[in-house]
C-alpha cells in the first residue's frame, strides 16, 4: 500500500487536480478536510475525480483499509507566505506528521523568501523521502510562476522580454486571490484598498499584467478577473503561455522512487 503525499499551496490547486486527472493509477484519493480544502475539493468534484475527506486525525484509519496507491492532499493557507519562516514551520511539521503515514511527499512550494531550499538535507531523517518542485538541473523553484514557466531561465528570459516595464504575472489562481496575496505581500493591509496597491504597482513601475495561459481551465472565470484586474490598475493585458508539466515531472520523479 504505497502513500503518496502532498503538502501543498493552495495557488497550486489546478495542477493537483490536473495530475489527479490525469494518472488513473490513482485509485485511492484522500484530502485532508481543513479550512483550507475547499477549492481543490470544489475543482475535483467539478472534475469528476472520487475522492474521500478525511480529518488528520483519522488518517491512519483510512490507510489501513485499502490496499492499493493512495494520494494524501493537504492544502495549507495562501496567508503563510506572509512570514517566510513562520511558512518554514508549518510545512516542516506537516512534513514530519505525515511521514509516519507516507512512503514518499512532495512539497507543492518553492524557495519563498529563501526559506525552503534546504528541505532535501533539513528533512533527510524522516523515514520517507521528502522532495520539493525543482527544475531539471535539480534547483529549487523560485515560486509558482517559476513552476508554470518552466523554471528561473524562462522566467529571466520573460522578465527581459518586457523591456523594464514592469510586468505582474497572473495565474488563475492569482487572478483569483491576488487581493489576498498583495496583503500577505505587504503591499496593503487593506485588500480592498485599490487605491494604495495602485500607488504601490505605480511606484514599482507596473504597466500591464500576464495572463498566464496554463492550459488548465478549472478557475472559470479567470480571464474576466484578469480583464477586471487590469481596468483596476490600468495595466495592459499580455497572453503569456505557461505548463504545468514541470509539476507533473516532479510527482512522477516521487513515484518512480518510491516504486508505485
Request: with cysteine; glycine share 6%; proline share 3%.
Amino acid at each position: 500500500m504505497p502513500v503518496l503525499t502532498f503538502i501543498a499551496c493552495r495557488m497550486f490547486e489546478d495542477e493537483i487536480v490536473h495530475i489527479v486527472e490525469n494518472d488513473d493509477s490513482i485509485t485511492n484519493l484522500l484530502v485532508v478536510d481543513n479550512a483550507d480544502c475547499g477549492g481543490l475539493v470544489a475543482k475535483l468534484k467539478d472534475s469528476g475525480c472520487n475522492f474521500t475527506l478525511v480529518k488528520e486525525n483519522r488518517l491512519s484509519d483510512f490507510l489501513q483499509e485499502t490496499k492499493t496507491l493512495v494520494l494524501v492532499v493537504e492544502m495549507l493557507e495562501l496567508a503563510l507566505h506572509a512570514t517566510p519562516e513562520h511558512l518554514k514551520e508549518v510545512v516542516y511539521d506537516k512534513a514530519r506528521e505525515m511521514a509516519e503515514y507516507s512512503d514518499g511527499i512532495l512539497l507543492f512550494y518553492g524557495l519563498c523568501g529563501n526559506v525552503l531550499g534546504k528541505v532535501d538535507t533539513e528533512l533527510s531523517d524522516l523515514p520517507c523521502p521528502v522532495h520539493i518542485l525543482k527544475e531539471n538541473n535539480g534547483d529549487v523553484i523560485d515560486d509558482c510562476i517559476g513552476a508554470v514557466l518552466g523554471g528561473r531561465a524562462a522566467y529571466l528570459e520573460k522578465l527581459k522580454s518586457f523591456n523594464g516595464v514592469g510586468t505582474f504575472f497572473m495565474t488563475p489562481m492569482w487572478a483569483a486571490h491576488w487581493r489576498e496575496m498583495v496583503v500577505s505581500a505587504g503591499m496593503t493591509p487593506d485588500p480592498d484598498n485599490i487605491k494604495l496597491s495602485k500607488f504601490v504597482f505605480d511606484y514599482a513601475g507596473y504597466k500591464n499584467v500576464a495572463k498566464m495561459d496554463t492550459g488548465l481551465y478549472y478557475e472559470k472565470q479567470f480571464e474576466p478577473m484578469v480583464e477586471e484586474f487590469a481596468r483596476l490598475f490600468d495595466f495592459t493585458i499580455l497572453d503569456m503561455k505557461a505548463s504545468p508539466n514541470l509539476l507533473v515531472r516532479c510527482y512522477e520523479q516521487l513515484k518512480d522512487e518510491i516504486s508505485v
